[in-house]
Structure formats: C-alpha cells, structure tokens
C-alpha cells in the first residue's frame, strides 16, 4: 500500500515512490539512451502507476527537447485531475540569450510552454532545474509569485542547488513575502550520500522536502553491474557514463555485496532494497522512479509496502558511507563538532 508524506513545510501530500518520465520521447543523445517511450507505452506505465497510487509524475522541458512533456501529457489526457503533476525549467533549450536561466522572460516562456505541452492549465509543482547566478533572487521569486496568483503554479521548488543558493533564495522569499520553495529534487543514493554534508540539515531545518532522482545511482545498483564484468548490453552507462555522478568503483561494488547478502535475506530485489533504504531517511518526501519497461517499472514499486529492520539499515548505512569533504568532515569525526551539531536521524 503506498504511504504518502508532505512535501516539505507545505500542505499538499506527495506518495512516496513517484515517476520520472525522463525515459518519455526519447531524443537526443543523453535522452535517448534513457529511453524511447512512446505516448502508447506511457499510457501503460501511466495506469500501473495509478493502480499503484503512485500519483506523481515529474518531467523537465529539457528532457529529449520537450518531447517527454508532449509524451507524459498525452499519456494523462482525460485523468489530470487524478494526479500531481511536476516539471522543471532553467537549463539551456536553445542557444538564444534567453533560452537559458531564471529570468522573468526565460520563467513566464517555459511556464506556457510546459503548459502546452502538457495539456494542462496547471503545474503542482514548477522547479528551477539549476541555479542562475545571474539573475538576482528577488526577480526570480516575484516571477514565480506572479505565475503562482495567476494560477499556473501551485507550489515552487528547485533541483541541483548548493546549500547557499537554497538558503538565500529562502531568505529572500521570507523578507518579501514570495513563494516559499518547499521542494529540493536531488540526486542521493547508497552510492551517493554528498546530500546527507549540507542540503539534509537545511531541509531538516528549512522545512524543504527531498525529491530524489537516481535512487540507483545511474542505473549503478540495478543488481546488474558487477565486479569483474562487462556493463550489461542495455545500461544506460555505455553512452552517458561522462554525464554520471562519480562512484568509486570498489565502494560501489562493496555496496552491492551487502545488497546482495540482504536480498537473500529479505527475497526483494537489489534496486527494491536500495529504494528502501532512502525511503527511511530524513527529508525524503518522495523518490523518483523511471522505468523502460513494465517489468522494470513493476520491481521497483516493490520497494514499498515493507521496510527493512533496523539491523539491516545500519548495515547499509555502514558500507555506505562517505567521508565528507572539509568543512563537513570534522562534523563527521570530531567529537566537540559533533556534539554541537548531531547528525540527523531517520524519522
């Protein structure tokens, strides 16, 4: 049964497994070898979603050139009101001076553009992809405050922020009066914990719920990607492996052993138990989920409606971790730190 939470310090309640249409259109080189779904296969993904009750749904304008927004708002043409619907905007589109960043133009545009590709005339959930230094915050918020009163957005977020980026933009929001971001999409798995230094601890204390995209890592911890052996014929990795968060390889492949031991243990699968795992830890409003195919999709909404014991987390948490970066290690290691500012606790 899916478990929905609130997303952030905000009213509107998110389930906790959401979909990902990145695999939706399939253009371009990077999106492309995500996947080709077309309008036809994602209405099927669609409905087993639904049955599911995972009713969130996020893409990006710069997803295989818009195509995925074409394809997820044709696939949810006729229950648009059954879901939450979340795009993002901010990366380059085009090569004109306006076809990239946060500025009024650039914001207003890609709002009526994912409005028409969409099929709708409303986004839940409207995220900046990437922060624009050079547009000043307080002409980013009062664009978002005016889409918001106009009624094309419900609620605002981000994606990819540094800690002061988020934290500014909040501050601004606060001695203004604008919209409130309530949102951080976020890259954080298993292989992945530079999320859990700063952006955990802001969130905790800012009210920002975690969106999370790559829960496996790039298609890392599929359970397929093994030591001593080829990438699998279909991974992703082949072409976008420059574009990847870096792993290290012999803590990648130290994380999959004890997956491996804990999948016969629990008789869920590697990418079930790693999904898991991030479902337990603070922040987390939702994990976003893709999926090529029906299979592929089906294991992973397997990820809930169990929970791992608190041995197994700590066994996780353990082989997991990651040594932080200065000025977070002595944090980490060093008792006076420490005690001033305890790590965060799964809630």
Request: aromatic share 8%; hydrophobic share 40%.
């Amino acid at each position: 049964m899916m478990e929905y939470r609130n997303l952030g310090r905000s009213g509107i309640k998110v389930p906790a497994l959401s979909f990902g249409a990145g695999t939706f259109g399939g253009r371009g080189p990077l999106f492309g070898a995500w996947g080709d779904t077309d309008a036809s296969a994602a209405r099927r993904l669609v409905d087993i979603c639904l049955d599911a009750g995972v009713t969130m749904f996020d893409t990006a304008d710069v997803y295989s050139d818009g195509a995925s927004e074409e394809v997820l708002g044709a696939a949810l043409k006729g229950r648009r009101d059954q879901v939450i619907l979340s795009t993002k905007a901010s990366l380059p589109v085009g090569d004109g001076p306006n076809d990239a960043g946060s500025s009024r133009p650039r914001l207003i545009a890609a709002c009526e553009d994912a409005l028409r590709r969409l099929g709708t005339d409303h986004l839940d959930l409207f995220q900046l992809h990437a922060f624009d230094s050079a547009t000043p915050v307080e002409e980013v918020l009062s664009t978002l405050d005016d889409l918001v009163r106009a009624g094309k957005i419900r609620y605002c977020g981000v994606s990819n922020f540094a800690g002061w980026q988020l934290m500014k933009s909040l501050a601004a929001a606060e001695r203004y009066g604008r919209p409130r971001y309530v949102a951080h999409q976020v890259y954080y798995s298993l292989v992945g914990r530079e999320y859990e230094w700063e952006l955990m601890p802001l969130g905790i204390d800012q009210g920002v719920g975690a969106l999370v995209w790559s829960p496996l890592g790039w298609g890392r911890l599929t359970g397929k990607v093994r030591r001593d052996q080829p990438l699998p014929e279909r991974s992703r990795l082949h072409r976008t492996a420059d574009s990847a968060p870096p792993v290290n390889e012999e803590r990648l492949y130290r994380v999959v052993d004890v997956l491996d031991q804990l999948a016969q243990e629990t008789g869920r699968t590697i990418p079930q138990i790693a999904i898991n795992w991030l479902l337990h830890r603070p922040t987390v409003a939702s994990v976003i989920v893709g999926a090529r195919d029906e299979d592929q999709l089906r294991e992973n909404l397997g990820a809930v409606g169990w929970s791992l014991t608190a041995e197994q987390l700590a066994t996780l948490d353990a082989v997991s971790f990651q040594t932080a970066s200065y000025p977070y290690y002595p944090y980490q290691h060093q008792e006076g730190f420490a005690r001033l500012n305890p790590p965060p606790v799964a809630g």
